[in-house]
C-alpha cells in the first residue's frame, strides 16, 4: 500500500481480556517495527522483524506481549491479560532494508489502546 | 545504553519567531541523528536527518546540524508558521541496531 496501516484505531477493553493489533507495512519495506507512545512520553522500542531473520523482540516488557510476522507483509501484536499499565497508543513503522544504521522508517497513524 | 535527550515543552511561539529545540544524546560509536514530526492526528514523519559529524539536516526551512564535539543536534527554524504546530522527536540510530531510540518529544505550539 501507499503507507502504513493500523488497525483498530481505537481498542477499548477490559483488564485482564487479550487485544491484537494489525500493521500492514509499505509493500517492498522488508523491515517492520513495534514501538509504544504512552501519554506525554517518547516512543519506547518493543521489537524489530527484518525479513526472515530472528525479530529483535529486547523491548517487549513482559511475556504478556508478542509479535508475529509472516514473511514481509501483516504483523500482528498480541497483548495478553491487559492490564491499565498498557494503555498507550502503540505505532506501527516500516523501512527497507538498509546495511548502515541510516534507515528512515515510515510510521503507521497508530491504534490507541484503552484499557479499563 | 544509547539515548537521547530533549528540551521540554510545552513550547508557544508567535508566528514568525525563532524556534530552537534542543537535542543531545549519548551513544556508542558514531549514530545517525534523526528529526521526526508527528503532526496532530497523524503518524510521525521524517522531519530530516544526518549521518555524521558537521552534516546538516535540512527540510522546510528547518536545520539541525550534527555536533560530535556537544553530542547535540539542536532542530531551528528562523521563522516559524501556524502549520508547524506539532510534536517533535529527537532521534539516534547507533551501531548495528535498526531501531531508532527516541526522545521524548516536545510539543510546539505556533499562535498566529
Known amino acids: 500500500g501507499a503507507g502504513v496501516s493500523q488497525s483498530p484505531s481505537n481498542k477499548v477493553t477490559e483488564k485482564g481480556k487479550d487485544v491484537e493489533l494489525r500493521c500492514d507495512p509499505i509493500s517492498g519495506h522488508t523491515a517492520l517495527y513495534w514501538y509504544r507512545q504512552r501519554l506525554g512520553q517518547g516512543l519506547e522500542f518493543l521489537i524489530y522483524?527484518?525479513?526472515?531473520?530472528?525479530?529483535?523482540k529486547s523491548g517487549l516488557p513482559s511475556d504478556r506481549f508478542s509479535a508475529e510476522r509472516t514473511g514481509e507483509s501483516v504483523s500482528t501484536l498480541t497483548i495478553q491479560r491487559t492490564q491499565q499499565e498498557d494503555s498507550a497508543v502503540y505505532l506501527c513503522?516500516?523501512?527497507?532494508?538498509?546495511?548502515?544504521?541510516?534507515?528512515?522508517?515510515?510510521f503507521g497513524a497508530g491504534s490507541r489502546l484503552t484499557v479499563l | 545504553g544509547d539515548s537521547v535527550t530533549q528540551m521540554e515543552g510545552p513550547v508557544t511561539l508567535s508566528e514568525e519567531a525563532f524556534l530552537t529545540i534542543n537535542c543531545t544524546y549519548t551513544a556508542t560509536g558514531y549514530p545517525s541523528l534523526f528529526w521526526y514530526v508527528q503532526y496532530p492526528g497523524e503518524g510521525l514523519q521524517l522531519l530530516l536527518k544526518a549521518t555524521k559529524a558537521d552534516d546538516k539536516g535540512s527540510n522546510k526551512g528547518f536545520e539541525a546540524t550534527y555536533r560530535k564535539e556537544t553530542t547535540s543536534f539542536h532542530l531551528e527554524k528562523g521563522s516559524v508558521q501556524v502549520s508547524d504546530s506539532a510534536v517533535y522527536f529527537c532521534a539516534l540510530s547507533a551501531g548495528s541496531a535498526r531501531q531508532l531510540t527516541f526522545g521524548s518529544g516536545t510539543q510546539l505550539t505556533v499562535l498566529p
Open positions: 513503522a516500516s523501512s527497507l532494508a538498509v546495511l548502515s544504521g541510516a534507515n528512515v522508517l515510515t
Open positions: 522483524f527484518q525479513g526472515n531473520s530472528a525479530p529483535d
